[in-house]
């Protein structure tokens, strides 16, 4: 068995017990007598075999601890690399599975979600330590790298809520549906700014950091609340049947930073030239990111839709005329 610190420190205690206890006999015997300690009593070794197996649980739970943590990092790393291949592969089915993934192991499994509690803990230096939360630190970098490399592709693939809406959306037949006009709508996305920034000013000014259960609905995985947020987040589904994902495009603290954040972007959705007066895509978008030519990055949230579309020879203008040009040119020639 291989010794720890622990099982040294108690056998230098016990060498140290041992030693007076021994010259005490000697000194009561008289100086005839050979200078040997006395042995230990059955009790005093039981004492001992308990302490050694208390240190040897101690070492086994600080395993099983580290055990835990890897465990969880290596499956939350399997739901972002699977979210990420498939947005990488345009697929609506393998989407559809990255959802289901997410709300069900971030979502109702581990409630781990990118909360605006977290900008408030970045403002305050105050985030968890290191040892304590790796799979925390894993979904803050890849939603941040995922970011400025691609755009809000946490909000349309990866958050728990922002996919159940989504899957609602699917679900709740087209007929309920009432689509803000254009012009109110780019007036609303305005909203989560508002949310964020007044969150941010009433923390910093305050300290009371409880104010994210009543503008984000995350909290709902853990099902756990009161009667007022469970009053909201009735109202707030409920909206969500007639306004596709209204949470996500009006009001989401966590969505506005990461809008911000978007304005970075490094690989942006390709435009042809034929978009300048192309409405396909514009008409397609469910999330109102798509203003003629031009696409707004801080409201995208790459569900690669109007991508599909553009890859699409049969329906994108781009490669009908493609065709047709080349038809006319081999008729010509």
Known sequence: MTQTPARLVLACCVLLFVGPVGGAAVLGAGAGQPDTPSPLALDDLAALDALIEEDEGADEAVVELDAGAALDVTLLAGVLGFALYSFKRRSESLKLVSWLLSIGYLGFYKASLVSVVDIFGALRASLPAFQDGQAYYLLIAFTLASTVLWGRLYCGRICAFGALTQLMDRIVP??????????????????KYVMLGTAVLYVLASGDTLVYRYIEPFWMFTRNGNAIMWTLLTILLLATVFVRNVYCRYLCSVGAGLGLLSNLTVFKIKRWGECSTCKLCEKTCEWGAIDGPKILVSECVRCDDCERLYADEDKCPHWLIQKHVARRAASAG
């Open 174 to 191: 087209a007929r309920f549906r009432v689509e803000p006009p254009a012009w109110l709508d780019r007036r609303l996305v305005y909203l």
